[in-house]
């Protein structure tokens, strides 16, 4: 056989090989056994960044991943917050790409008025360390309670916009997921805030949060989680809109992921593509056994999102799942 043959055949036979992994790799949740409340991942490039609220001593801990399925610490992404900021209560990060970097929005405790706010900071390289100059957050609704869970979206069209709790449920007060329109460099907000849907289903109980949006088929998914996050009745619902600010109407199928079997209260979702474009829902979830703190865990659990029609599908499981296609 000639080299160039050879090489040919050497070539298929791998592609082949490649292709039968991809096929018959499996995984179990959850893929990260560990407390990583309120997950956020972003993929930049061949591997992948996932970011929790503090935990393990760390700010905003950080881990790398190149499939999605294993996952080693990365350090600290935030490991100085800004002046107007106390610690121990650094909640819910959230990553995004913006112009010259990434942006990190996060909340935390607002020392003038000992609400929960939310701030914004950025760094060259998804890792971080993310650094927050600002001497105020970027949103504190103080009036309504706080501003929680921010997480940024952006269009096909490169317009990127801010969601975000607002607090009510810390005071009595109605909780409300709003948007506002971020500026160029994705750190400032421009144009006034939305509030885009309040708590109100029966399921939810007294709060909505974590909002994410997913563009599917021109129509604007508003996934969020809701009811009391340290109990197995915590679960994602989702709402519908022509347009990132909507206006959004609740699924009357809600909610979308609830506890089942050994996986309890699943929520703090986020959607991530796979090398295949396939949706993956990412959320945190306690174990059946072990429901709240300090017993239980929040660990890091992976569901494929499929659509039937318009509506999303997700089912949560620890059994073996054919694995995301690696980048």
Not at 104 to 114: I, K, M, N, P, V
Not at 169 to 179: D, F
Not at 309 to 323: E, L, M, N
């Amino acid at each position: 056989m000639n080299a160039p043959l050879t090489r040919l055949v050497l070539t298929v036979a791998a592609s082949l090989l490649l292709m039968a992994a991809a096929v018959s790799r499996t995984f179990s949740n959850p893929v990260l056994a560990e407390d990583v409340p309120d997950p956020s991942i972003v993929r930049v490039g061949s591997g992948y960044y996932a970011y929790s609220t503090n935990a393990a001593e760390k700010t905003v801990p950080v881990y790398r991943s190149s499939d999605l399925v294993h996952w080693k610490a990365a350090g600290d992404a935030l490991p100085a917050l800004p002046s107007w900021a106390s610690a121990g209560f650094t909640w819910a990060p959230d990553v995004m790409k913006v112009r010259g970097g990434y942006a990190l929005y996060f909340t935390a405790r607002h020392t003038e008025s000992g609400r929960q706010c939310i701030g914004v900071a950025f760094a060259a390289q998804p890792k971080g360390p993310f650094v927050s100059r600002s001497p105020k957050p970027l949103v504190c609704q103080v009036k309504l309670g706080g501003s929680i869970d921010a997480s940024g979206f952006t269009d096909q069209n490169g317009k990127q916009y801010l969601y975000w709790k607002s607090d009510g449920n810390c005071c009595a007060l109605k909780t409300g997921l709003w948007v506002q329109p971020l500026g160029p460099d994705g750190l400032t907000l421009t144009g006034t805030p939305r509030d885009l849907i309040d708590n109100g289903q029966p399921w939810e109980g007294n709060l909505i949060e974590a909002p994410f949006v997913y563009r599917h088929a021109d129509q604007y998914y508003l996934f969020y989680s809701a009811a009391a996050w340290d109990s197995a009745s915590y679960a994602v619902g989702y709402a519908v809109g022509p347009s990132p600010t909507g206006p959004f109407r609740k699924s009357a199928a809600n909610p979308l992921l609830k506890t089942a079997g050994n996986v309890a209260g699943p929520g703090g979702e986020g959607v991530i593509t796979d090398a295949r474009n396939q949706a993956w829902m990412y959320y945190h979830a306690w174990s059946a056994s072990a429901i709240g703190y300090p017993s239980g865990q929040r660990a890091l659990y992976l569901s494929r999102l499929e659509w039937k029609g318009a509506a999303p599908v997700v089912k949560p499981g620890g059994t073996p799942q054919t694995a995301p296609v690696t980048p």
